[in-house]
């Protein structure tokens, strides 16, 4: 994917798992996912289809798309419309295939109460 190319460096996820069910529904419920908290993994032909076709995306895709889009604010090479879009549809897809569905929860979680991506956490695993 050359659109992965364009972002600095992919971040790694995290393997601490300290959300409650609670907490975790609520992220989900915020991002209006449908469905059990499951993030489903995308790929470039379902993601396309389902952008071009109007259909709701697959679960977790706007989790996904939260922390990509965080992410993206300052770890991309060309800051370009064009190729914050094609980064941001790969770096989406690249998240639900190689992150879990508590790691990806957990990052908007954090995100959304801080307000900014950290690659390092703080004393509570956050």
């Not at 993994?41 to 289809?49: G, K």
């Not at 190729?83 to 897809?93: E, K, M, N």
Request: proline letters at 4%; zero cysteines.
């Amino acid at each position: 994917m050359a659109a992965l190319s364009n972002i600095q460096a992919l971040p790694a996820a995290t393997n601490e798992h300290n959300l409650s069910i609670e907490d975790k529904g609520a992220i989900w419920a915020k991002f209006r996912e449908h469905g059990p908290i499951k993030v489903e993994p995308l790929s470039p032909h379902l993601y396309a289809y389902e952008i071009i076709t109007d259909h709701s995306l697959p679960s977790g895709a706007h989790v996904a798309w939260y922390v990509a889009r965080n992410y993206m604010k300052s770890n991309l090479k060309n800051q370009r419309m064009i190729y914050w879009h094609l980064s941001g549809i790969a770096f989406t897809i690249w998240l639900t295939r190689h992150w879990s569905t508590d790691q990806l929860i957990e990052k908007a979680y954090v995100i959304s109460k801080t307000g900014s991506f950290s690659l390092v956490q703080d004393r509570h695993g956050n």
